[in-house]
């Protein structure tokens, strides 16, 4: 061990104890040399928790591994983004995903956020610098890969010109679980581990354990989605399937997804070409955009040097 790293976890552990000095401080993973404590582990939960209150549910040990999942995903991602973009520089659009956070949480205003995450050991700050990691990984995801984008939007355009003839419009509420698999064997195994755990602790649960996709700090929840929007492999998978129902995992190449319906609603058809034109474009960018953060996440943490302690 170098002195530079010896210096670095010395300083750690003397800070974290002035902070903590009624609470054992030590290292649980070193990444690249950025050290996260248990004391961060202990604040991720407490984020988790106050994004899904479900998650005081779990057992200890299960919402303690999705906190550390949680963790080493934005550690890696950090290390990454920093080589491209300055994460210290204030990004405005942050203050867009608070709002959409303190929604979900069914609170009015910024105001009642900050106290509701005061009240749950956390500060506004700390949520800023987490929602800037992801914004600044989705950016840097477009700029490698926009220029591999398939937009159709011609076929886009003769869909919804065909949508229109129709009067009622078939919304589902949706929640997913997307997950990944080390090979072809391993399906059947992580397929019977989260039908398991559906059976036992519910959909939004077994999303906040399984689900890598950032909609698992909220159950899994997607929202209000029509049917035209959907993929017609997915279309195909959930027409026919009644609220509470879910699919069989659908393989989308990359991961795997399962589709659960929390309701269903008819709604009379205004439809603005362009503006629907727009919203579909959206999604299908938002669909691969998507997949190419899986694969390349995957590939920037085989080459991080990851050390569990």
């Known amino acids: 061990m170098n002195k530079v790293k010896i210096i670095l976890i010395l300083v750690i552990l003397i800070i974290n104890t002035v902070t903590y000095a009624k609470e054992k401080v030590f290292i649980i993973y070193n990444i690249n040399n950025d050290l996260i404590t248990n004391v961060d582990l202990k604040k991720e939960t407490q984020y988790l928790i106050a994004l899904n209150n479900q998650l005081k549910n779990l057992s200890t040990n299960k919402i303690l591994n999705i906190a550390k999942d949680s963790i080493l995903r934005e550690t890696v991602k950090k290390i990454e983004i920093e080589k491209y973009f300055d994460l210290k520089k204030n990004n405005p659009i942050v203050d867009n995903y608070i709002k959409n956070f303190y929604t979900k949480l069914n609170l009015n205003n910024e105001i009642e956020f ?29 700029s490698k890969f926009k220029n591999q984008l398939n937009i159709n939007k011609e076929q886009i355009r003769k869909e919804i010109l065909m949508d229109k003839n129709e009067e009622k419009e078939k919304l589902y509420l949706l929640s997913e679980i ?64 009644k609220v509470g129902e879910q699919t069989l995992p659908i393989n989308m190449g990359a991961s795997f997804l399962i589709l659960k319906i929390d309701d269903i609603k008819f709604e009379k058809k205004l439809i603005d070409v362009k503006q629907v034109l727009s919203n579909k474009i959206e999604i299908e960018t938002e669909r691969q955009l998507q997949r190419f953060s899986k694969i390349y996440f995957n590939q920037v943490k085989i080459n991080t040097n990851i050390n569990e302690l």
């Open 178 to 241: 997307v997950f990944e698999i080390d090979n072809q064997n391993n399906l059947n195994e992580k397929k019977d581990n989260i039908n398991n755990s559906i059976n036992e602790i519910g959909f939004k649960n077994s999303a906040n354990i399984y689900s890598i996709s950032d909609s698992s700090k909220f159950g899994g929840q997607i929202g209000w989605v029509s049917g035209k929007d959907l993929s017609k492999k997915i279309f195909t998978q959930i027409n026919n399937l």
């Open 114 to 142: 900050q106290e509701y995450l005061q009240s749950n050991g956390l500060t506004m700050n700390f949520v800023k610098k987490k929602i800037q990691i992801e914004i600044e990984w989705n950016k840097l995801i477009y």
